[in-house]
C-alpha cells in the first residue's frame, strides 16, 4: 500500500527555475528519503532526512520535514535538462515495517532547455 | 565498487509460465530487497532476505517467491504469470537488515513484460 503521496503528479519548468515537490504521509516514520528515476530505470538515492531533522541540504537540493503535518517538501534550485526525472519520497518506520521503504507514487519533473 | 546489478534486463514471457530474476548486491552488502513497479500501483515492497533469511514480505500473493544464496545473491521468482505481473522488479541492497540501515541503493531493474 502507499504511504505517501506526491504532488503535483507532474511538474514542467524551465532550465533554470526552481522546482520544489511535496509529499505527505499517513503513519509515525524514523527518516523520510527521497529518490530519483531517469525513464523507468532504478532507483538513484538523494537524501535522507531524520524525524528529528527540519531541514537538509545536498548540493541543489533542499530538503524540509514537518512531523506535525507528516510532509515533506524536495526543492531542487537551477534545475538542468539533466534534472527530468521522476521524483519519489519513500517513508521508513523501523517498527512497523520492518525498515522496509514505503513509496509515493511519484512526481514527473520535466525541465525543458 | 560496482553497483547492484540485475539479470536479465528485460524479459517476455506469457501467460502461466514462471520466471526467476537475479539480483546481485554490492560486494559487503548483505540485505537485498526486491519491488515490483507498476503505473497502476507504483512501488510497492515484495520481500528482503538478510544472511538467506526472509525477514520480511510484502502483501502479495505466495506465487511471489525469493531466496538468497551464501554469497548474498537474491534471486526471486515468480510462478504461473498473470498478465498483472508485467512490471519493473528492482532490487535493493545494504549493508545491514533495513530495521538497521539507512540507505538502499538500487539496481537497474528488470522489466518483465506478460503476454
Known amino acids: 500500500s502507499q504511504q505517501g503521496e506526491e504532488d503535483p503528479q507532474a511538474l514542467s519548468i524551465q532550465e533554470g527555475e526552481n522546482a520544489t515537490m511535496n509529499c505527505s504521509y499517513k503513519?509515525?516514520?524514523?527518516?523520510l528519503q527521497w529518490y530519483r528515476q531517469n525513464s523507468g530505470r532504478g532507483l538513484v538515492h538523494l537524501i535522507l532526512i531524520r524525524s528529528n531533522e527540519r531541514e537538509k541540504h545536498s548540493g541543489r537540493l533542499r530538503v524540509t520535514l514537518d512531523t506535525s503535518k507528516k510532509s515533506s517538501s524536495l526543492l531542487i534550485t537551477a534545475s538542468r535538462a539533466a534534472d527530468t526525472a521522476s521524483y519519489f519520497c519513500?517513508?521508513?518506520?523501523?517498527?512497523?515495517?520492518?525498515?522496509?521503504?514505503?513509496f509515493g507514487k511519484g512526481t514527473k519533473l520535466s525541465v525543458k532547455p | 565498487k560496482a553497483g547492484v546489478t540485475q539479470t536479465p534486463r528485460y524479459l517476455i514471457k506469457t501467460r502461466g509460465q514462471q520466471v526467476t530474476l537475479s539480483c546481485s548486491p554490492i560486494?559487503?552488502?548483505?540485505?537485498v530487497s526486491w519491488y515490483q513497479q507498476t503505473p497502476g500501483q507504483g512501488l510497492q515492497f515484495l520481500f528482503e532476505y538478510f544472511s538467506e533469511t526472509q525477514r520480511n514480505k510484502g502483501n502479495f500473493p505466495g506465487r511471489f517467491s525469493g531466496r538468497q544464496f551464501s554469497n548474498s545473491r537474491s534471486e526471486m521468482n515468480v510462478s504461473t504469470l498473470e498478465l498483472g505481473d508485467s512490471a519493473l522488479y528492482l532490487c535493493a541492497s545494504s549493508v545491514r537488515p533495513n530495521n538497521l540501515a539507512a540507505e538502499q541503493y538500487f539496481g537497474p531493474g528488470t522489466r518483465l513484460t506478460v503476454t
Open positions: 519513500a517513508t521508513v518506520n523501523y517498527g512497523g515495517s520492518q525498515g522496509n521503504l514505503i
Open positions: 560486494s559487503g552488502h548483505r540485505s
Open positions: 503513519t509515525s516514520i524514523n527518516n
